[in-house]
Nanobody, 125 residues
């Protein structure tokens, strides 16, 4: 079993920054990539960013590109999402997810095998 625990969410003013963390524990064998998704009320869960744990190669949604940075600390089994220049439209519950093996659907929830419980990010205008 794998457990993913997000932290770092909160309330921030527009233009501010937040750093989200996702710590994974349990059976960390076969961990290929970690992703961040978000879900706003009444909307579908959408891709934010993902990172390959071995190479550090990362991919971003256009909506956050240039404002966010995903990184990993493999020694701590932790992935981070640094978000800057936050906008009210970034308000959502942010989830981290584990992709255990190489495969398709990098940008889709279906491509990931385990999920955290989510952390709320609220950006006020």
């Amino acid at each position: 079993q794998v457990q993913l625990v997000e932290s770092g969410g909160g309330l921030v003013q527009a233009g501010g920054s937040l750093r989200l963390s996702c710590a994974r524990s349990g059976s960390t064998f076969s961990s290929y990539a970690m992703g961040w998704f978000r879900q706003a009320p009444g909307k579908e869960r959408e891709f934010v960013a993902t990172i390959r744990l071995g190479t550090g190669t990362s991919y971003y949604a256009d909506s956050v590109k240039g404002r966010s940075t995903i990184s990993r600390d493999n020694a701590k089994n932790t992935v981070y999402l640094q978000m800057n220049s936050l906008k009210p439209e970034d308000t959502a519950v942010y989830y981290c997810a584990l992709k255990r093996y190489f495969g398709p659907n990098w940008g889709l929830p279906a491509g990931y095998d385990y999920w955290g419980q989510g952390t709320q990010v609220t950006v006020s205008s």
